[in-house]
C-alpha cells in the first residue's frame, strides 16, 4: 500500500460508477419475456408473407411490395435508432471502462492479453466458418432458379479483380490510417475500429490526468451512457414489432422456394455456431474449471436479451452485471473487457461472414483458392473488429469481404431475406464470447486486489456516491 506521502496514479483515485447500473433499462424487456415476442413476430411475419406474397395470388406484386414496405417501416425505425446510438455508447463505455481500471500495470496487461486472445479466437472462428462451408458446399443447394427469382433473370458478372495484397513496406502508412486524422469523420463514416482506438487514447488520456481535470468530462460520458441507454430501450419496445416486419417483408419479396432453399446455408451458420459455442464451454473448463450446465443458467439472461435485441452494445449493462454477479469476475475486469469486446470481439460474427463468403462463391460459381481463402480470412478477421455492434451491421459489412475477392456484392439479395434469425444467433455467441473473455482473463491476468477487496471498494464507493449524489468519486492524492 503507498506511504503517506507516495503520489499515486491519477488511475488509482477515480472511480466513475458502472455501466451495470443502466441494467434496470433491460430488466423490464427480461421480465416481459422480449424474445418470446420476438420469435411470435417472426413466425407471424412467415405467415403473413406467405399469405400476401406471389404464391398465395392474392394481391398483386405491386401491392405486395407496397404492403411489405410500410409493415417494415418499424424495423427500419428499429434498426435505425440503434446503429445512431451504437458509437455514442461505445465511445462514453470505453472511456469509462478504462478508468474503472485498478493501475495502470493491470491495464495494459489485460488490454494486451484480451487483443491478442480475441484476434486468436477471431481466426479459430474463421477456420471454422470456412472449413464447414467447404464441406457442406451449402451454395450447391440453390437452384438456378431461386438465384434468378431473387435477383432478377441477370446473373451478376464475376469479378476478377481481387483486392491487392499489400507489400510490407506498405504496412506503416496501412497502421497509420488506422488512427482517425479527423476523429469527428470517423464518427460519421462509423469507422469502427477508429473509433475504438480513438476512444481508448482519449480514455488513457483521461486517466493519466489529474482527477479534477478529468472528472467533467468522465462524468459528461456517464451522461451519454444513460442517454444512450434510454434509447436503447424505447427502440426494444418495437422489437417484436420490427421482427414481425422485416421477416414479412422478406418472405412476401422472396417467396417460399427461396427461403427453403437457404436453409441448407441456414443450418450450416448454425452448425458453426454451435460449434463455437461448444469451444467457448471448453474453454470456460479448461481455464476455469467451470462446467457448461452452471455456466449456461449464469449467462442464460443475457444470452436471451442478446439474442432479442440482435445488438452486442446494448446489452452490455447486463454483461457486465452477469461477468461480476453471476460468473463473480472482477469489476476492473468486467467494466474493461465487456466495452471493448462487445465491438471488437464478434467471432459469432466472423464465422457468419465467412460462410456466407464461401456460400456466395459457391452460388456464382466464383474458385476460391489457398490466396482467396487467406484473404477472406484476413478481410473477415478486420471487419468482424470493425463491424459496430448493432443488428444488420454483419451482413453489411460482408460486402467490403466479397469485394476483396470478386464475388457480387450483389448476392446480398439472396442471403439478407434469412438474416434476421442468423443476426440474433450470432450476437448471442458474440455476447457469450465476451464473458468467456472476462472468465479468461479474470484467471490470466486478475488484479493485485481479490473479487472480495474490489467488491467491497465498489461497494463503500457506491455507498459515498449516493450519500454525495456524485456520480464520479475521486480519492485525495496521498494515503
Ligand atoms: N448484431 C451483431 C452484434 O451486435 C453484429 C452483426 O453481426 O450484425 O453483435
Known amino acids: 500500500m503507498a506511504n503517506r506521502y ?54 398483386s406484386r405491386d401491392i405486395s411490395y407496397m404492403i411489405g ?42 488490454g494486451m492479453s484480451t487483443v491478442a486472445y480475441f484476434l486468436v479466437t477471431t481466426a479459430i472462428a474463421i477456420l471454422i466458418g470456412l472449413t464447414l462451408a467447404l464441406t457442406i458446399n451449402p451454395g450447391n443447394f440453390i437452384s438456378t432458379e ?56 482519449i480514455g488513457i488520456a483521461l486517466v493519466s490526468m489529474s482527477p479534477s481535470q478529468s472528472k467533467p468530462l468522465l462524468e459528461l460520458m456517464g451522461s451519454l451512457q444513460e442517454v444512450s441507454m434510454t434509447v436503447v430501450k424505447w427502440s426494444m419496445s418495437l422489437a417484436p414489432l420490427a421482427v414481425f416486419g422485416l421477416i414479412c417483408k422478406f418472405t412476401l419479396n422472396l417467396g417460399i422456394d427461396a427461403l427453403l432453399g437457404m436453409l441448407v446455408y ?49 446489452v452490455m449493462p447486463l454483461s457486465i452485471k452477469t461477468a461480476e454477479e453471476n460468473l463473480n469476475v472482477r469489476p476492473s475486469i468486467s467494466q474493461f473487457v465487456i466495452p471493448l469486446g462487445a465491438t471488437i470481439n ?10 456466407a463468403a464461401v456460400f456466395l462463391a459457391q452460388v456464382f460459381g466464383v474458385d ?22 448493432t443488428p444488420g451491421i454483419g451482413i453489411v459489412i460482408l460486402a467490403l469481404i466479397l469485394n476483396s475477392v470478386g464475388i457480387p456484392t450483389s448476392g446480398i439479395a439472396l442471403i439478407i431475406g434469412v438474416d434476421r434469425i442468423l443476426d440474433m444467433s450470432r450476437t448471442a455467441v458474440n455476447v457469450t464470447g465476451d464473458l468467456v473473455t472476462c472468465v479468461v482473463m479474470d484467471k490470466w491476468v486478475g488484479s493485485k486486489k481479490t473479487l472480495d477487496e474490489e467488491v467491497a471498494e465498489m461497494n463503500e464507493r457506491e455507498k459515498k456516491r449516493r450519500a454525495l449524489g456524485e456520480d464520479v468519486i475521486v480519492n485525495s492524492h496521498t494515503e
Not at 491519477?10 to 430488466?27: A, D, G, M, Q, V
Not at 476460391?368 to 455492434?389: C, K
Open 6 to 59: 507516495t503520489i499515486r496514479h491519477p488511475l488509482t483515485n477515480i472511480h466513475p460508477r458502472s455501466l451495470k447500473h443502466l441494467s434496470f433499462h433491460l430488466y423490464s424487456l427480461l421480465r416481459e419475456r422480449l424474445w418470446l415476442k420476438i420469435l411470435i413476430g417472426m413466425v407471424l411475419g412467415i405467415v403473413v408473407g406467405l399469405v400476401l406474397g406471389p404464391s398465395a395470388n392474392l394481391v
Open 69 to 110: 414496405e410500410w409493415l417494415a417501416f418499424p424495423g427500419y425505425i428499429f434498426l435505425a435508432l440503434l446503429q445512431m446510438i451504437v458509437i455514442p455508447l461505445v465511445f462514453a463505455s470505453i472511456i469509462r471502462g478504462i478508468a474503472a481500471g485498478e493501475d495502470m500495470e493491470q491495464l495494459k496487461k489485460v
Open 266 to 314: 441456414v443450418a450450416t451458420v448454425f452448425l458453426g455456431l454451435m460449434l463455437l459455442f461448444c469451444l467457448y464451454m471448453i474453454i470456460v473448463y479448461v481455464v476455469a474449471r467451470r462446467g457448461t450446465i452452471p455456466f449456461f443458467r449464469s449467462i442464460r439472461d443475457v444470452v436471451l436479451l442478446s439474442f432479442s435485441t440482435s445488438s452486442s452494445a446494448a
Open 146 to 201: 431461386v438465384v434468378q427469382q431473387t435477383m432478377g433473370s441477370e446473373m451478376p458478372q464475376v469479378s476478377h479483380e481481387t483486392m491487392t495484397t499489400p507489400e510490407i513496406a506498405d504496412l506503416p502508412g496501412m497502421i497509420t490510417t488506422l488512427l482517425p486524422k479527423n476523429p469527428l469523420g470517423a464518427f460519421a463514416t462509423g469507422e469502427m475500429l477508429q473509433v475504438v482506438l480513438f476512444s481508448v487514447i
Open 346 to 355: 464478434m467471432n459469432g460474427t466472423a464465422l457468419y461472414q465467412s460462410i
Open 368 to 389: 476460391l483458392g489457398f490466396s482467396e481463402l487467406l484473404l477472406i480470412m484476413v478481410t473477415v478477421v478486420g471487419a468482424s473488429i470493425g463491424t459496430p455492434a
